[in-house]
């Protein structure tokens, strides 16, 4: 089971020790992307990220844009 104060504090960790440009992503099946990215100081950078099920087979990645991801974020690979 997902924990949002957890990836929280994830989030918050990678947030002081990765790069400027690192994209902070994050798989999540039903937090909101939104209050995840609320624990770092550059909600710019985070986006979420939905694997399809099973992923060996479905080879399907969705980005999820947050409220305040950039467009520059969305269109890095």
Known sequence: MEKLEVKQQLLAELDRTCQEAAILATNTSFLNIDEIASASKRPQDEAGAHFFSPANVMKLLEVVKG???????????
């Open 67 to 77: 409220a305040a991801t950039s467009p520059v974020t969305m269109a890095r690979d």
